[in-house]
């Protein structure tokens, strides 16, 4: 099998697939229609693309976990919303049966095997465990009231609880990492319980957003250390914070950075890298649906700048929820958070000028 030819092949098929296997669905299911009504409909059509993606992710990585994750992150997701998982399990057979007959025999098989995969897992996974494993049993308080004020829409206090940390001695990427990350986590698992609305979730975003860059401003910063950091999301990576906090971090410990922000193609990647020059890339994915993206990205950078080229560092949630996946990718190093990003940087860096 082709790997790259499979991924156009998948990925060309997506817009027909959205179409196709919901409206089997409503045939096999009467009433599911009316009962989702016009937003689940939509959802739906959005879902079986999303299905999509994580086999590309999974095909990328080598086995199914990807997929199985994406399986039981859904299942949560469409239980709240009075979705049952018989219903999710069906729309994976349902696209399998599709993909049979438009892609090549082994491709097929090998999509079929991880969708099978995916749906004997339903239930028995617990959703997202590479986030699990990073959270903390229960907030600290400080992250618990910061919490409370995004949820309540009270943007001075969220700031000033901060800033009086900031002032009592925490430095930024501490506040960052272990106050207001955790909060932003509980957000998501709210957010997936449907117990918040998507218009919160951006709220409390651009609150955090706000209250990092006033911290910022008061942040100590380190002498310059001569090395040269740049940062970005890879393409389709619409969270914006995680990377801000690893900028944030190398900044003020004397690293000349610069941060290009979330869904940057990668050619904007490669521009930026032949003129910055810099001696290290991180670059962040928060859902394992990118690493198609990342791995292209890496094979760009290696084919344009060869020996030359600056050590690539991976990050984000999709990173740390599958371990392995930075060297599979062959990227050079990963990091679980700012704070890691940060450490490990500087104990990698010497071994570059041996
Ligand atoms: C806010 C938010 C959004 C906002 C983002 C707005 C913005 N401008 O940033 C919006 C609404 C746009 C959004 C969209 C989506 N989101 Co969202 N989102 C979140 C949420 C609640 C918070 C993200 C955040 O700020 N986290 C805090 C930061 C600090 O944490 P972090 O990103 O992990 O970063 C740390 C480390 O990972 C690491 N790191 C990060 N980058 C890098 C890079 C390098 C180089 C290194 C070394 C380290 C590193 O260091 C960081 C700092 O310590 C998360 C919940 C969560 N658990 O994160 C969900 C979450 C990530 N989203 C999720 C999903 C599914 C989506 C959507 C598909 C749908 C939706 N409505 O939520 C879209 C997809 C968008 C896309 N293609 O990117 C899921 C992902 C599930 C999964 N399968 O893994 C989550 C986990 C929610 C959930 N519990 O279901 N989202």
Redesign the pocket.
Known sequence: MNLSATLERLCSLSTEAAEVVPATLYRKHPGLREAIGPRGVAACRTDIGYHIEYLCAALVAGHSTPFV??AN?LSLVLRSRQIRDDVLGESFSLLADFLAVNLQTDEAEAVAKIMADGRASLGSHPA?PG?SRLMPETLSSDAKSYLDSLLADDRKTAASSIIERQREGSSLVTLE?RV??PA??E???L??KNLIS?AQ??L??AISQAVMAEAFSQAEFAEPNGHRAL?ANIE????????R??ADAFETSGWETRCLG?NVPSATIISQIDAMKPDLI???A??PSQFVALSKLIEMVTAEFGQQRPFI??????I??MPGIAEHLRADI?????EA?CRIAAEFRPSKND
Request: aromatic share 10%.
């Open positions: 994750e994406y992150w997202l986030i990492t207001i990350q932003m986590y957000v998501g698992n957010w997936q998507v979730e951006h409390a975003t940062f389709a990576n619409h969270h914006a914070l995680g990377l906090m690893v979330t991180g670059i962040s928060s859902l560092m991976l990050g984000g949630l999709a740390n929820s990963s990091a679980a958070d700012a990003a």
